[in-house]
């Protein structure tokens, strides 16, 4: 059975950093997509980054220059790196996994998130 498991959330002062991971089980991020999303209470879930089986990347405009997207060697964990963050990233955050271009609206799978609170 395919889980996704996040980790790495937490509460961080505005300005501070966080590295969230995403272990996957009976599934590896080698030939998948993987993707991060986020959702704050009272807002739709929304697309964070996403890594491809290459190793392309891609970000939306508020993670640009602050997020990075990465994985490791064993292509069964992938990360997401959060710098400089403001309360606007403050969010439950989500792993998502598929194998085409899905990844970006409707992935296959989904951890079942981490939160992530900033205080100011």
């Known amino acids: 059975q395919v889980r996704l498991i996040e980790s790495g959330g937490g509460l961080v002062q505005t300005g501070g950093s966080l590295r969230l991971s995403c272990v996957a089980f009976?599934?590896?991020?080698?030939?998948?997509?993987a993707a991060w999303f986020r959702q704050s209470p009272g807002k739709e879930r929304e697309f964070v980054s996403l890594?491809?089986?290459?190793?392309?990347?891609s970000y939306s405009k508020f993670a640009e220059g602050r997020f990075s997207i990465s994985k490791d060697s064993t292509e069964t964990t992938v990360y997401l790196q959060m710098n400089n963050l403001t309360p606007e990233d403050t969010a439950v955050y989500y792993c998502?996994?598929?194998?085409?271009?899905?990844?970006?609206?409707?992935?296959?799978?989904w951890g079942q998130g981490t939160q992530v609170t900033v205080s100011s």
């Open positions: 890594i491809s089986g290459t190793g392309i990347t």
């Open positions: 009976e599934i590896t991020f080698g030939n998948n997509f």
């Open positions: 998502a996994l598929d194998s085409t271009f899905r990844i970006a609206t409707a992935p296959k799978y």
